[in-house]
């Protein structure tokens, strides 16, 4: 099985930070996406669209497992959707797409949409006392 491991906040959002400092408490569900082997077989040279078939086929969803939603449609109208409900990225892949572990083909797409970074920034203020040199 190929998936991600995502870790919810307190108000049921995705978070990465939720992930970095888990505990037995964290609400962390490994959401499935594809599959590459089934009943003893490799099945990477099947296109996405059977691998999905046979995933859903093979998977029980519980709570800590789930099958990655798949969506149809614009990509763009989708990538808005996302960045409204506050989601950090997304996944495009083709679903004529065969599986090439450590290839960039261009099959599939990943789109960060929370690009930025946390820093500080500090000021200085002179005090009433005059430093001596």
Same mark, same amino acid.
């Given at each position: 099985?190929?998936?991600?491991?995502?870790?919810?906040?307190?108000? +049921?959002?995705?978070?990465?930070?939720? =992930?970095?400092?888990?505990?037995?408490?964290?609400? =962390?569900?490994?959401?499935?996406?594809?599959?590459?082997?089934?009943?003893?077989?490799?099945?990477?040279?099947?296109?996405? !669209?059977?691998?999905?078939?046979?995933?859903?086929?093979?998977?029980?969803?519980?709570?800590? $497992?789930?099958? !990655?939603?798949?969506?149809?449609? !614009?990509?763009?109208?989708?990538?808005?959707?996302?960045?409204?409900?506050?989601?950090?990225? $997304?996944?495009? #892949?083709?679903?004529?797409?065969?599986?090439?572990?450590? #290839?960039?083909?261009?099959?599939? $797409?990943?789109?960060?949409?929370? =690009?930025?970074?946390?820093?500080?920034? +500090?000021?200085?203020?002179?005090?009433?006392?005059?430093?001596?040199?």
């Amino acid at each position: 099985m190929d998936g991600e491991l995502v870790a919810f906040d307190e108000s +049921g959002h995705p978070s990465f930070n939720a =992930i970095q400092n888990a505990n037995p408490e964290t609400n =962390i569900v490994f959401f499935v996406f594809d599959v590459l082997v089934n009943r003893w077989t490799d099945i990477k040279d099947l296109a996405l !669209s059977e691998r999905l078939s046979l995933l859903q086929s093979a998977i029980v969803p519980s709570e800590r $497992v789930q099958l !990655s939603e798949r969506f149809e449609g !614009s990509v763009n109208s989708f990538v808005t959707a996302v960045r409204e409900m506050g989601g950090e990225g $997304v996944v495009a #892949k083709r679903l004529t797409s065969r599986y090439e572990q450590g #290839k960039r083909t261009g099959a599939w $797409v990943k789109k960060r949409l929370n =690009i930025g970074q946390e820093f500080v920034i +500090g000021g200085f203020t002179p005090g009433s006392k005059e430093l001596m040199h």
